[in-house]
């Protein structure tokens, strides 16, 4: 063992005065690189603090129901000697070496009944890269661009041109941006019993179109712009494992190889398909509702949950006669029902 050193907490966000829930080690303990040692609990979530190396627990400054916040001391660690040795001679074994060297070097002293490593990949590199993130949708935008203010190199991965996955390109926002018109239409409609007359609103599906394609262009194009200043290497294509530290990303029928430390997979959702679903184009999913290019006299939504409701409400405002099927005997079955039964009262006199 070498000279102990201090674990402290290190930086998580904004949170002072964290609960701490959960101390998994004591003095005397030997833990491994990546061991948890404590598990703190915010408001949002819960998380792990690990070791930041092996060793043994010299002496523990931590228990249960203490309160922490970045800095605060956790516990003395003696490292073990193979870790010491190991920072000693950092930089100048490894300094012009794959940057998976120092993994595959540790790989070597840990016992031989440790999982075999994946097929290796032996080709060109068009990119080195400290962080993947394979998806940019409201997860993975926010660990690159967390990643990145913390110093790390990152490249981001999309198949969309535009950076904000489904929620900000074909999901929430523009469906927000939808039922904001909506909601203006109801209103005047609802003046009516107060005095205030308004004629039967004229809809330009083209016009509203282009404006909600506006109100995603603004936020995706910031998201760019945040990257940019960030200095986030952004890519797109569709990402596939070459290796454990390869990436091939194709675009066009071009393709990048881009060799990486570590790697986050933020792949999202997509609309499912039900199985007995003709091939028709007048069957929509929750992307190609959003796109307005016609008015149909009738409209079947089959679900009625969150998507479901947003979709015949915009609809149904725009002057579509809307019907909803839904499996179970209540409308958004997953949420409190006391919440859901005004809102059922409301719709069922529209549609």
């Known amino acids: 063992m070498s000279e102990p050193i201090e674990i402290k907490v290190p930086d998580i966000g904004d949170f002072v005065d964290v609960d701490v829930i959960e101390v998994h080690v004591a003095a005397g303990d030997t833990v491994a690189a990546e061991d948890p040692l404590i598990t703190l609990e915010t408001d949002k979530a819960a998380m792990d603090i690990p070791a930041p190396q092996s060793g043994r627990i010299a002496d523990l400054k931590i228990a249960t129901g203490d309160k922490v916040s970045e800095g605060s001391v ?9 870790d010491a040795a190991d920072a000693a001679t950092t930089g100048s074994a490894a300094g012009a070496d794959s940057p998976h060297r120092k993994q595959q070097d540790r790989g070597e002293t840990k016992s031989q009944s440790s999982a075999p490593a994946a097929s290796g990949y032996e080709g060109k590199v068009d990119l080195k890269t400290g962080l993947a993130v394979i ?6 935008y926010a660990a690159a661009f967390r990643a990145a203010d ?4 990152v490249t981001l991965i999309d198949r969309w041109a535009t950076l904000g996955g489904v929620c900000l390109n074909v999901g929430c926002i523009p469906s927000k941006a939808l039922l904001h018109a909506a ?3 109801e209103e005047a409609e609802h003046m009516a019993d107060h005095g205030v007359v308004f004629g039967e609103p004229e809809i330009d599906t083209e016009k509203l179109a282009n404006w909600k394609d506006k109100v995603v262009a603004k936020l995706t194009g910031g998201l760019a712009g945040l ?3 960030r200095k986030v290497n952004t890519i797109q294509g569709t990402a596939k494992f070459l290796s454990p530290y390869h990436l091939e990303i194709e675009s066009a029928g071009d393709t990048t190889v881009v060799e990486f430390e570590q790697c986050v997979i933020a792949a999202g959702s997509e609309p499912a398909r039900l ?3 003709p091939n028709d184009k007048r069957v929509l999913d929750s992307t190609s509702a959003l796109e307005l290019k016609i008015l149909p006299e009738r409209m079947l939504v089959i679900g009625g949950g969150i998507i479901g409701l947003e979709m015949a409400t915009v609809y ?3 002057g579509v006669k809307i019907s909803i099927v839904e499996l179970t005997d209540k409308l958004i079955p997953e949420c409190d029902q006391d919440l859901v039964r005004p809102l059922q009262k409301r ?3 529209r549609y």
């Open 74 to 82: 956790i516990a003395t660690l003696e490292p073990a000697a193979a």
């Open 316 to 318: 149904a405002a725009l």
């Open 183 to 185: 909601k203006v239409i």
């Open 135 to 140: 998806g940019a949708g409201v997860g993975g």
């Open 150 to 153: 913390l110093g790390m190199d």
């Open 275 to 277: 199985p007995f679903q």
């Open 347 to 349: 719709v069922s006199k």
């Open 227 to 229: 990257a940019k200043k």
